[in-house]
């Protein structure tokens, strides 16, 4: 049974509650729960919402606060100040709610999680709940941005761009991925941007191969080959931004990196270039796998038959990670086929990863795709991913992201005292 055709129903959402580190009473950052935000707009903790769908009456659950909280936290909001900020219909205390229910006694409740099912149990014992119904309805809305939401995109994507192009302007031999990284936050802050979409990754040299790296701990190798790998975006509103760049520690690709480089632009341009409404996205990735392909034979890394290659998968050895993704209150957020006003990533890379390349290349029946003596000149690039935020247009795409990404505009920004 749809939620349309039930006779009556609720939804029933909770928001993230305050947490503290462990044995202590000292707050962890807050950061609401994307679904609950996106429908309504609450940024603060121990909040609850009902949706009746008799009465299309929205009841916002205000959380008990002990009185002695305004000592330590400040003063809450009153009833007025509530609607008026959510512009919701009733105001409703937490202690209130069981009677709330019992008072719109619904056919059975929608909610998102197995959690939420649990603690609305509780409170309604006797409730049908459903868990299967809310959460697709809410992904497939969250695809198709507002353009409010586009808006806040925009404004976050401009600020973390600085904060990428402050990092290649005052980076300087001898600084750490921990420095890096700082400086990413701290221009952030500048902009007006003080959360992190999540954990920024600060991969030099060699470990600009793992995806992942975020111990952002060591120092940055003085090496004319290396790279520095920066995937890093500010959250502002819930809303965040993924950027990716890739910059030469010395200021100056050498011509192995160099060539690796264009390789991932090469790849990253052939599919923005493709990108409008009716497009669809797995089209989009083996697009870019292809152009990987041709350009590795090119340089002579891979060899055989292109088709080949890529039947038998053979450049995952170098790229093993999605094209890109949908963006938004999550930095992996609800997915889809292409339509207007969709944002989202679109990030290839290219990666000497020598935990996959010796699976690889010694795998049986797969030594000879590999040329290992021109592999092995340019191993020490590390890892190269360019990824850049996008918004589908009617006819086409916008790129949200304002980091200069060509060779010689990033070699000439790192020029500037």
């Known amino acids: 049974m749809g939620m349309e055709a039930a006779a009556s129903y609720v939804i029933y959402i909770r928001g993230k509650d305050e947490k503290t580190r462990d044995n202590t009473d000292v707050d962890l950052e807050f950061r609401q729960e994307s679904n609950f935000f996106y429908l309504t707009g609450v940024d603060e903790p121990g909040f609850q919402v009902v949706f009746d769908s008799a009465s299309e009456r929205v009841y916002l659950i205000s959380p008990n606060v002990p009185e002695s909280d305004v000592f330590w936290k400040g003063p809450t909001h009153d009833t007025a100040e509530l609607l008026a900020l959510y512009n919701v219909d009733e105001i409703v205390q937490e202690d209130d709610l069981p009677r709330l229910l019992r008072t719109l006694n619904p056919t059975f409740a929608c909610v998102l999680n197995d959690q939420h099912q649990a603690h609305l149990a509780k409170i309604a014992p006797t409730l049908t709940i459903n868990t299967q119904l809310l959460t697709p309805a809410i992904n497939e809305a969250r695809l198709i941005k507002f353009p409010w939401e586009i808006d806040l995109i925009r404004q976050v994507m401009h600020g973390s761009s600085q904060a990428h192009i402050a990092l290649m302007q005052h980076f300087q031999p001898g600084m750490t991925e921990a420095h890096l990284a700082a400086l990413f936050r701290w221009n952030c802050a500048i ?55 890739t910059f030469p520690v010395r200021g100056v690709f050498s011509e192995e990196a160099k060539a690796i480089y264009n390789i991932v632009l090469n790849m990253q341009q052939t599919v923005l270039s493709h990108l409008k409404p009716g497009i669809y996205w797995t089209d989009m990735q083996r697009l870019a796998i292809r152009v990987l392909c041709h350009e590795l034979v090119k340089i002579g890394i891979l060899v055989g038959d292109q088709d080949e290659l890529i039947q038998r998968g053979v450049p995952s050895a170098f790229y093993y990670h999605g094209l890109g993704h949908s963006l938004g209150l999550d930095v992996h957020d609800v997915g889809g086929p292409l339509e207007k006003n969709m944002v989202l990533t679109v990030e290839p890379g290219l990666y000497f990863n020598d935990a ?36 589908i247009t009617e006819d086409g795409y916008e790129n949200l992201t304002l980091v200069p990404k060509q060779v010689h505009e990033i070699e000439a920004l790192m020029k500037v005292p």
């Open 191 to 245: 902009h007006q941007i003080y959360s992190q979409a999540y954990l920024p990754i600060v991969a030099s040299g060699p470990r600009a191969a793992t995806l992942h790296y975020s111990k952002n701990n060591q120092k940055i190798p003085d090496d004319p080959h290396s790279l520095v790998l920066v995937d890093a975006g500010g959250e502002k509103g819930c809303y965040g931004s993924d950027i990716t760049r």
């Open 356 to 391: 996959m390349l010796n699976i690889w290349t010694q795998f049986p029946g797969y030594q000879d795709y590999f040329n290992r003596s021109i592999l092995a000149k340019y191993r020490s690039v590390g890892g190269v991913r360019i990824e850049d935020t996008i918004v």
